[in-house]
């Protein structure tokens, strides 16, 4: 694979770097402060295709002719209600409490930004939860720890081999990256070639 533009990767997410370096890209990290603060009355996956378009344009006029700056955003939605990172141990528990024996839906949002162009596509998965017990959450939560994951799990971790009964979608979707469609969105745009 031969690789025409530098890539950079704004994201402190360690799973979202390791899952990068699974599409065997050369690519370096670049972190820029952005508020993520979307409008209200944006829904579902209209919410991280709005923020990792926000955390693209912070980069526009830093980038180079020869370089793109991969950004992201990642939510998880039960019914209408994004569940956040969980405050808290007990918050942690109330929100897999809510998931268990429920399906819901990760949603993310990819910019690739250009110096003069930018191109949002979104991936969303359907998560199918058995109905967890009690100890499995708490054990999950005291031995994981899962406070800076959205929806307090990850999917790679323990409670996604105990507790995830299937999924519809990209299971690296459910981790914060889609690398087929991320792939193949570089493809498209030469960044990569084979």
Same mark, same amino acid.
């Given at each position: 694979?031969?690789?025409?533009?530098?890539i950079?990767?704004?994201?402190?997410?360690?799973?979202?770097?390791?899952?990068?370096? $699974?599409?065997?890209v050369?690519? +370096? =990290?670049?972190?820029?402060?952005?508020?993520?603060?979307?409008? $209200?009355?944006?829904?579902?996956? +209209?919410v991280?295709?709005?923020?990792?378009?926000?955390?693209? $344009?912070a980069?526009?006029?830093?980038l180079?002719?020869?370089?793109?700056?991969?950004?992201?955003?990642?939510?998880?939605?039960?019914?209408?209600? =994004?569940l956040?990172?969980p405050?808290?141990?007990?918050?942690?528990?109330?929100?897999?409490?809510?998931?268990?024996?429920?399906?819901?839906?990760?949603?993310?949002?990819?910019?690739?930004?250009?110096?003069?162009?930018?191109?949002?596509?979104?991936?969303?998965?359907?998560?199918?939860?058995?109905?967890?017990?009690d100890?499995?959450i708490?054990?999950y939560?005291?031995?994981?720890?899962?406070f800076?994951?959205a929806?307090?799990?990850? =999917?790679? $971790?323990? =409670?996604?081999?105990i507790g995830?009964?299937?999924?519809?979608?990209c299971?690296?979707?459910?981790?914060?990256?889609?690398?087929?469609?991320?792939?193949e969105?570089?493809?498209?745009?030469?960044?990569?070639?084979?």
């Amino acid at each position: 694979m031969q690789q025409h533009k530098k890539i950079i990767l704004a994201s402190k997410s360690p799973r979202r770097q390791t899952l990068l370096k $699974e599409l065997n890209v050369e690519f +370096e =990290i670049r972190l820029k402060e952005v508020d993520e603060i979307y409008p $209200e009355h944006l829904r579902g996956v +209209e919410v991280p295709v709005f923020l990792s378009k926000l955390k693209g $344009e912070a980069f526009k006029n830093d980038l180079k002719d020869d370089e793109v700056i991969v950004t992201s955003d990642t939510i998880v939605c039960l019914n209408d209600a =994004i569940l956040g990172k969980p405050l808290d141990r007990n918050d942690a528990i109330a929100i897999l409490k809510a998931l268990s024996g429920k399906m819901h839906h990760v949603h993310t949002g990819v910019t690739i930004q250009q110096k003069d162009s930018s191109y949002t596509f979104s991936e969303s998965t359907e998560v199918y939860f058995k109905k967890l017990a009690d100890a499995e959450i708490t054990y999950y939560i005291d031995t994981f720890k899962p406070f800076d994951k959205a929806g307090a799990y990850g =999917i790679q $971790e323990w =409670i996604g081999y105990i507790g995830i009964e299937k999924i519809n979608g990209c299971f690296y979707n459910v981790m914060g990256l889609p690398l087929f469609r991320l792939h193949e969105e570089f493809l498209r745009l030469g960044v990569v070639s084979l």
